[in-house]
């Protein structure tokens, strides 16, 4: 790891997105407070860049934002009539037929996809809003360590809209169906205590320790063996779709490449 005193050169500075990397760590910095890390196309192809340029050394990836808001939703000028110069409008994207409207949008989650990647473990720390498209964000990560200021609410339904952005499925694998129903229809705040008792945040911290806390797991994290870890997040995001008997045959499998290779006679 990088001394503290060291500068490390971003590897990705555009569009609101910063990515560094400082060996087996990165960090991909929304840099927009100004705008409380407003989202916008750009910003989503920028993230879906930062994925594609991770190094392989990388096992650990922590996701933040500058300022007080993680990341305050879609860029309000998306819902103006003119839009985002250089992007379709709303108006444009509703009038192309379904494949060109489903891959518009299909671009649009590839931001949100990388996250969960078997290789890597991704953690987002999260502080003051992180609402609509910033709650998904952060729900597309493995991991959620949240300020004590944090408030996340999804606010898409009151648009006249559904959260497309990859955050329907963890959420409802965090809390339920009919909490996540509850908390999407009515686009409520949820703070950081019932963040962490209801399994959407894992540790809710005072916002001056955030980033030391996010800094403590993400070493915990590094101190396992690689290849353990892989195995491990493989195991248990692939339990939800298969049996009680199918997960028990997925555990003997992955046992048996980690002893294989523990004792130097795997493949």
């Not at 990397?21 to 927009?32: E, P």
């Not at 990388?58 to 000028?77: H, I, N």
Request: glycine share 8%; hydrophobic share 45%; proline share 4%.
């Amino acid at each position: 790891m990088a001394s503290p005193d060291q500068e490390i050169v971003p590897v990705l500075d555009k569009d609101g997105v910063r990515l560094t990397v400082d060996d087996a760590l990165a960090t991909v910095t929304l840099t927009n407070p100004a705008k409380r890390n407003a989202q916008s196309p750009a910003l989503w192809r920028a993230l879906a860049e930062a994925g594609r340029s991770l190094p392989g050394s990388v096992r650990v990836v922590v996701l933040r934002g500058e300022g007080q808001s993680f990341s305050a939703g879609l860029d309000r000028q998306m819902f103006s009539p003119e839009g985002i110069p250089g992007e379709p409008t709303f108006i444009e994207l509703a009038r192309r037929d379904d494949a060109g409207l489903d891959a518009a949008i299909a671009e649009y989650q590839e931001a949100f996809t990388w996250w969960r990647q078997s290789d890597i473990v991704s953690i987002a720390a999260v502080q003051g809003h992180a609402i609509g498209a910033g709650f998904q964000l952060a729900l597309a990560c493995d991991l959620r360590v949240v300020a004590d200021d944090v408030q996340f609410a999804m606010r898409e339904t009151s648009l006249g809209l559904v959260p497309d952005l990859t955050g329907t499925h963890p959420l409802i694998s965090l809390v339920g169906y009919a909490r996540a129903l509850e908390i999407c229809a009515t686009g409520r705040f949820v703070q950081a205590d019932e963040a962490v008792t209801s399994g959407l945040a894992n540790l809710a911290v005072p916002g001056a320790e955030l980033d030391a806390a996010v800094r403590d797991l993400a070493a915990a994290l590094l101190a396992a063996p690689r290849d353990a870890v892989v195995e491990t997040k493989a195991l248990l995001r692939g339990a939800g779709g298969r049996t009680y008997e199918e997960q028990r045959a997925a555990e003997r499998q992955a046992q048996a490449r980690r002893l294989r290779d523990l004792a130097g006679v795997g493949e």
